[in-house]
């Protein structure tokens, strides 16, 4: 199977913004009633997409490789520990009022 090639910069960029945009809803839909541990998750993944995002001009760096990996694992732990039928509904839900809510400024 051929190897895939490494996002360019500028699809790197979009990847972190569509992340953390996820996260940002997650942790707002959590607030509510989620656990301490996943909303520290969810920070702890958002730091990493952001240092990741500091360095996305630097592909092939060792600053990069190590950004990347850690942003990939704190992502992968995250999302892993996500019950597979959790409901989309808060998250979404909090997305859309987002949206709504930055189109009436």
């Known amino acids: 199977m051929p190897c895939r090639p490494p996002p360019t910069p500028e699809q790197l960029r979009e990847a ?10 997650m942790y707002l839909a959590g607030r509510r009633d989620d656990s301490p541990r996943r909303s520290a998750a969810i920070v702890d993944a958002g730091k990493r997409l952001a240092e990741l995002s500091a360095l996305v001009e630097q592909p092939g760096t060792e600053a990069y490789d190590m950004a990347m990996r850690a942003a990939d694992t704190a992502i992968k732990e995250l999302f892993g520990s996500l019950h597979f039928n959790s409901s989309l ?6 997305a859309v009022e987002r949206v709504l809510a930055s189109r009436q400024r």
């Open 16 to 25: 972190i913004r569509d992340l953390t945009g996820i996260l940002r809803a």
């Open 89 to 94: 509904e808060p998250v979404l839900g909090f």
